[in-house]
């Protein structure tokens, strides 16, 4: 079952624009993370967000962690053509809980950045 | 290159038979993680395995089995296959439990005909 719902589903956008995507989740969790994923690769993983921080950055990347709204949103700025991926966010439980042992995907945003 | 690496990268097989797909995580990882990917179910968790115990079971289906090593390599083992098994499958390690970053290999593309 799929614990996080992504919005938007797809984006798109020129070159230099920055895309936000978002995550919302339903049950408590230890950490959520971020992958990416070019046309039926591997998971590239880009940030992860422990449940008592609020906001990362890593290079153009910026995430935020909303717990209370049970949410996150990831930031690219600046993109550009090679950010062009399926974006998913992932949930990891608490020890002792139902999700813990596993991360909980999304189904991801696709964004496309042109040129 | 996330250094967990899996083989084979495409197996094509036909319904009934049996595929075993291989994983080794990164050096020093003891959690190997397997994930199923499909069009109609997106990512899926199967199953945890932490220096060679099982430590969580997802929606892994009881004709799929898989174990870790002493080496900690690992693998999965999917036998009567049937065509909706038709999936990219990843593994994905971690240094130690599941609140750590998993760490995905380039995955097994599986096709039944």
């Known amino acids: 079952s799929q614990q996080g719902e992504e919005d938007p589903q797809a984006l798109s956008i020129q070159e230099g624009e920055n895309a936000t995507m978002n995550c919302s989740y339903k049950t408590s969790i230890n950490n959520l993370q971020w992958y990416r994923q070019n046309s039926g690769r591997g998971l590239v993983h880009l940030i992860l967000?422990?449940?008592?921080?609020r906001e990362k950055h890593s290079g153009r990347l910026r995430v935020t962690l909303d717990t209370s709204k049970k949410s996150s949103s990831l930031l690219i700025t600046a993109s550009r053509a090679a950010d062009t991926a399926s974006y998913f966010c992932a949930t990891g439980g608490n020890a002792g809980g139902t999700s813990y042992g596993k991360l909980t995907f999304g189904q991801g945003t696709i964004l496309t950045v042109h040129p | 290159d996330s250094g967990v690496t899996q083989t084979p990268k495409h197996l094509i097989t036909a319904t009934g038979q049996r595929v075993t797909l291989r994983c080794s995580p990164r050096s020093g990882d003891l959690s190997v993680y397997w994930y199923q990917q499909s069009l109609d179910q997106g990512l899926q968790f199967l199953i945890h395995y932490y220096n060679g115990e099982e430590r969580a079971k997802g929606n892994i289906l009881e004709r799929f089995s898989a174990q870790q090593f002493p080496d900690l390599h690992s693998e999965l083992n999917l036998s009567s296959l049937e065509l909706g098994d038709s999936a990219l499958y990843f593994c994905?390690?971690?240094?130690?439990?599941?609140?750590?970053?998993?760490?995905f290999g380039p995955g097994t593309r599986l096709t039944v005909l």
């Open positions: 967000i422990r449940s008592n921080e």
């Open positions: 994905a390690s971690s240094v130690a439990t599941s609140t750590d970053t998993q760490y």
